[in-house]
């Protein structure tokens, strides 16, 4: 089940950076927004068709909708950007941009030189073999693509425009003299989708009989701007249920697990069921060791608690498109695909739509 937003005017994501007067009066954007902020834009409305936040309070719709600390049946997958039907996703950080090109390759695994110096901790380096120029990517791939590049073929990366940026400056003012009060001038981002971009929130379809109207108003991002929803009808659960029945051989018992969505770990970036010493751990039916990863810079997960009324504890998230390479120790394919291929793994926020992952082969024969 798929849930297409879009938004009525422009809409306002900001990080967790302190927001505030003597503060900072710059607000730095986040988009795609957290999984987490649709999470509870859903959730919220799903909440007032039924009654009242105080009566979630209490406890009324726990089954479906849970209570304040505690999930009910309603879950997200993950949230994706959509243009004209097709959704897209990050590019994974194992890979590179062959420059002045489009074409996405993917770095190859290879064990760690023993002449190389560095902190990093695991036995297997990333590395591209070509004799192109490559550069760091930015950008899109789409469902295609994404299973191209999990295959261990090449793909393209997007050249479509999804959204604009423009700013917003305000100030406050003096309610006695109505001038502006000093100090409290401001500046935000706004974030403007193309017009046949959304944002799409992948759901269960057992989900479906939650909602009353097949479309809808709902309030989204700071400044709660109106955005309308509507279940969609086009062939995008095909194409993720396609995604989803992806069958590849893994090699010499190597695979990787690619993010698709921020992921939080109780361990920072190390997923809390691998043993920091040996790399070692065991999920599901799985005994696994962790031997390279390409994780990008973490970014920190936050939020407003409308029913308490207070922020959300900051936690630090690994990023989308972060990509973690095992070698299967104990259990088999199918256990991998089981255990890691469309399914959140995230140690936390695992229902708000983190940690949504797929699995992958891996280039290079390890040497």
């Known amino acids: 089940m798929v849930i297409n937003i879009k938004p009525v005017d422009t809409l306002f994501f900001r990080n967790s950076k302190p927001f505030e007067v003597g503060g900072e009066n710059w607000a730095e954007i986040v988009f795609p927004p957290l999984p987490r902020t649709v999470y509870g834009a859903l959730r919220t409305y799903l909440i007032l068709q039924k009654g009242s936040i105080e009566e979630f309070k209490q406890g009324k719709f726990e089954e479906d909708l849970g209570t304040i600390d505690t999930y009910g049946k309603f879950k997200l997958k993950g949230i994706f950007l959509n243009k004209d039907g097709t959704l897209y996703f990050k590019i994974p950080y194992d890979s590179v941009l062959i420059e002045g090109k489009d074409k996405l390759k993917t770095l190859e695994l290879m064990e760690k030189p023993k002449l190389m110096i560095s902190n990093y901790p695991l036995e297997y380096v990333l590395f591209y073999r070509g004799g192109e120029k490559v550069e760091e990517p930015s950008g899109w791939i789409d469902t295609y693509e994404l299973k191209k590049y999990l295959t261990g073929k090449d793909a393209t990366v997007s050249k479509n425009s999804f959204y604009k940026i423009s700013e917003k400056i305000g ?42 109207k097949e479309v809808d108003m709902l309030q989204l991002g700071g400044e709660r701007k109106s955005a309308v929803f509507e279940i969609d009808k086009t062939d995008i659960d095909d194409d993720l249920n396609d995604l989803k029945d992806l069958n590849v051989d893994l090699k010499d018992g190597f695979f990787k697990v690619c993010l698709l969505t921020p992921t939080v770990f109780k361990k920072g970036w190390l997923p809390s069921w691998i043993d920091e010493a040996t790399k070692e751990g065991k999920i ?40 973690y390479y095992f070698k299967l120790l104990e259990g088999d394919e199918k256990d991998v695909f089981e255990t890691f291929h469309f399914k959140n793994i995230s140690d936390e926020f695992s229902e708000e739509g983190f940690g949504f992952s797929v699995v992958g082969v891996v280039n290079g024969d390890g040497r």
Do not use: H, M
Not at 184 to 208: F, G, H, N
Not at 297 to 323: H, S
């Open 284 to 323: 599901g039916k799985l005994k696994v060791k962790l031997v390279a990863a390409a994780t990008g810079r973490y970014i920190k997960v936050g939020g407003w608690d409308l029913a308490r009324n207070k922020p959300k504890p900051l936690k630090k998230a690994v990023p989308a498109g972060a990509v």
């Open 171 to 212: 100030i406050a003012r003096d309610e006695k003299s109505l001038s502006s009060k000093e100090s409290y001038i401001y500046k935000i981002p706004l974030v403007q989708l193309e017009r046949d971009v959304c944002i799409s929130a992948v759901l269960e379809d057992s989900l479906r009989c939650l909602f009353d």
